[in-house]
């Protein structure tokens, strides 16, 4: 009853919240619930999907109450843990595994596909998931080694100033790759990986001229690539090999030019074996403001674009009215 109410009674709260005609209330481990009779066949239902879960070991969030909340509506009959998928790999007590549907279609993919590009924005799991993924291949011996790259392009922040040598001016970069590695595997295990070779975490320019055979590869933040870096890096597969792409279109951080995320969207969408998972607000698994957050921007970067379209327009058909 402790992980089903969570930590400060948190996916109470939110179950509430999912279905406001029904009153929750709670006493030991009973759960009743009252209001309308379809409200209250949702929420029942969502609650012992949720209890199910729980006792098949995982771990429950307010994406969980959220998204089967949403799933149940449309069909009650439903079971969250297929609709969810399976989890991937168990880390110290932890399992990570699809929160979404979105997300779920997105790790069937990989398992489907040589090259998928996972494309949504920021707390959408997009490497998260793919990660765990290549951890899993590796542990199943499916792949000899993982490879995690991703482009050092800054963010807004200048990191040429800092002291150091090249690896050390590069770390920032793949910070978040390392933060992510020691999450799903043995921490004291990492360097030892890393030392042999086994897991390889490197900026992107390291990948050119090289053949990578029999290896799972995950590009990160590849909104950042070069349409040339992205045809490199594609160029780079070997036999026996996976790629996973991922990336956010409207995180640019490029100073000027293409984005190879765009345009590997316009030249690859037909190629068999290729595929693109387009995840959306409606799959960001971190805080619920995330979620809001990224709708907000979408709608004032498309107001901002209407805005410019309508101005870039003014003029052409100033002089079209004169001519009549």
Do not use: W
Not at 24 to 49: C, I, K, M, S, Y
Not at 182 to 200: H, I, Q, R, W, Y
């Amino acid at each position: 009853m402790v992980r089903l109410l969570g930590p400060q009674d948190r996916l109470l709260t939110r179950l509430e919240h999912e279905h406001p005609d029904v009153r929750v209330a709670v006493r030991g481990n009973l759960v009743t619930l009252e209001g309308p009779e379809d409200d209250v066949l949702v929420a029942g239902r969502l609650v012992q999907e949720l209890v199910d879960m729980l006792r098949q070991g995982a771990d429950l969030s307010q994406t969980e109450v959220a998204e089967g909340t949403r799933i149940l509506r449309q069909d009650s009959t439903r079971n969250l843990s297929d609709a969810m998928g399976e989890a991937i790999l168990t880390s110290r007590g932890k399992s990570v595994r699809p929160k979404t549907e979105g997300q779920r279609a997105y790790v069937d993919a990989i398992d489907q596909h040589t090259i998928v590009f996972g494309i949504g924005p920021a707390g959408t799991g997009k490497t998260y998931l793919a990660m765990a993924k290549a951890v899993q291949a590796l542990h199943r011996k499916e792949v000899d080694r993982i490879i995690l790259t991703r482009p050092a392009v800054e963010a807004g922040e200048r990191l040429g100033f800092l002291p150091g040598t090249l690896t050390d001016k590069i770390d920032p970069y793949l910070r978040p790759l390392y933060d992510a590695l020691n999450e799903m595997m043995d921490p004291e295990l990492v360097p030892k990986l890393l030392a042999t070779g086994v897991v390889e975490v490197a900026p992107l320019a390291y990948m050119r001229g090289r053949t990578l055979n029999s290896s799972f590869i995950v590009l990160d933040e590849a909104q950042n690539t070069s349409p040339e870096q992205m045809k490199m890096f594609l160029t780079r597969l070997g036999f026996g090999s996976q790629m996973v792409v991922t990336g956010d279109a409207t995180q640019v951080d490029l100073p000027a030019g293409t984005s190879g995320l765009q345009v590997a969207q316009q030249v690859l969408g037909r190629i068999d074996d290729i595929h693109f998972s387009m995840l959306t607000s409606a799959d960001v698994v971190r805080h619920t403001l995330v979620g809001e957050i990224v709708d907000a921007y979408t709608e004032h970067d498309q107001k901002q674009m209407a805005k410019q379209a309508r101005k870039a327009q003014g003029p052409h058909h100033q002089q079209r009215g004169r001519g009549r």
